[in-house]
């Protein structure tokens, strides 16, 4: 009985109300807060609402108002007042789902962004990259790689540059600090052969993600999702690489 009347709409509080009312029968908000074990404004607030909805009515007897539960078949009056709403709402969503689209895509120029940390954090972080790739016509994209963090983020994602080349992902990388040999499906130069500061940035399909060490030598992880920021870094990459 509880799950249906919860289809319905009510929240429990609502629920233990008028499941109280039905067994009581006539009752003061005093005595129908005791049997919902909810305090006496609460009960009053969800009586007034539970009558709004032609659940309930009430008396007036010697000053004091005592409620009752309608007949239960009023619940199948909710239900196809609730149809009625709802067929009314799908007819005026097709007037303004234009309006609202518009705002959706509005929003979509503020950037997106998702803080990562830890192994597990970082291994989620690549595994979107992969993700959001393999979705892609274009399965190009770009890292600024440096070996002072190399061999933290393969060791949170051993299998990754596997995993990328079985989905035919191709990447561009510029090198910092000596090693990083290509693995396949990849293309590597290097802007210098000493050691780099430990951060790693991946330029992929309207993203760009950070990946750093902290002070303490956590790995942590940002990605932001812009398209205005993913042109304007891959610009940059783009023309630096055809200078190396």
Same mark, same amino acid.
């Given at each position: 009985?509880?799950?249906?009347? $919860?289809? !319905?709409?009510?929240?429990? $509080?609502?629920?233990?109300?008028? =499941?109280? +009312?039905?067994? +009581?029968? #006539?009752?003061?908000?005093?005595?129908?807060?005791?049997?919902?074990?909810?305090?006496? *404004?609460?009960?009053?607030?969800?009586?007034?609402?539970?009558?709004?909805?032609?659940?309930?009515?009430?008396?007036? $007897?010697?000053?004091?108002?005592?409620?009752?539960?309608? &007949?239960? =078949?009023?619940?199948?009056?909710?239900?196809?007042?609730?149809?009625?709403?709802?067929?009314?709402?799908?007819?005026? !969503?097709?007037?303004?789902?234009?309006?609202?689209?518009?705002?959706?895509?509005?929003?979509?120029?503020?950037?997106?962004?998702?803080?990562?940390? &830890?192994?597990?954090?970082?291994?989620?972080? !690549?595994?979107?990259? !992969?993700?959001?790739?393999?979705?892609?016509?274009? $399965?190009?994209?770009?890292?600024?790689?440096?070996?002072?963090?190399?061999?933290?983020?393969?060791?949170?994602?051993?299998?990754?540059?596997?995993?990328?080349?079985?989905?035919?992902?191709?990447?561009?990388?510029?090198?910092?600090? #000596?090693?990083?040999?290509?693995?396949? +499906? &990849?293309?590597?130069?290097?802007?210098?052969?000493?050691?780099? #500061?430990?951060?790693?940035?991946?330029?992929?399909?309207?993203?760009?993600?950070?990946?750093?060490?902290?002070?303490?030598?956590?790995?942590? *992880?940002?990605?932001?999702?812009?398209?205005?920021?993913?042109?304007?870094?891959?610009?940059?990459?783009?023309?630096?690489?055809?200078?190396?």
């Amino acid at each position: 009985m509880l799950s249906v009347l $919860k289809k !319905l709409g009510l929240s429990d $509080k609502e629920i233990a109300v008028y =499941v109280a +009312l039905l067994t +009581l029968g #006539s009752a003061s908000v005093r005595q129908i807060a005791e049997a919902a074990r909810i305090n006496r *404004g609460t009960t009053y607030d969800i009586l007034k609402f539970l009558m709004t909805e032609e659940l309930v009515n009430y008396v007036n $007897k010697q000053t004091k108002n005592f409620f009752t539960a309608e &007949d239960p =078949v009023r619940l199948k009056q909710l239900i196809q007042k609730k149809q009625t709403h709802l067929r009314e709402a799908a007819h005026e !969503l097709d007037e303004f789902l234009p309006q609202l689209e518009t705002l959706h895509n509005r929003g979509g120029e503020k950037p997106i962004v998702c803080y990562f940390e &830890d192994k597990k954090g970082i291994r989620t972080l !690549l595994a979107e990259v !992969l993700r959001v790739m393999d979705a892609q016509k274009d $399965k190009t994209y770009f890292v600024y790689s440096s070996s002072a963090l190399r061999k933290h983020y393969r060791a949170a994602y051993p299998t990754y540059t596997k995993e990328r080349i079985a989905k035919k992902i191709f990447v561009r990388a510029i090198a910092f600090g #000596s090693g990083g040999a290509t693995s396949g +499906l &990849d293309e590597r130069r290097w802007i210098s052969k000493q050691e780099g #500061s430990p951060a790693y940035t991946l330029i992929y399909a309207g993203h760009i993600a950070h990946i750093a060490l902290d002070t303490g030598g956590r790995m942590v *992880g940002v990605t932001i999702e812009n398209e205005a920021m993913y042109q304007s870094h891959r610009t940059i990459f783009e023309s630096l690489w055809k200078t190396l």
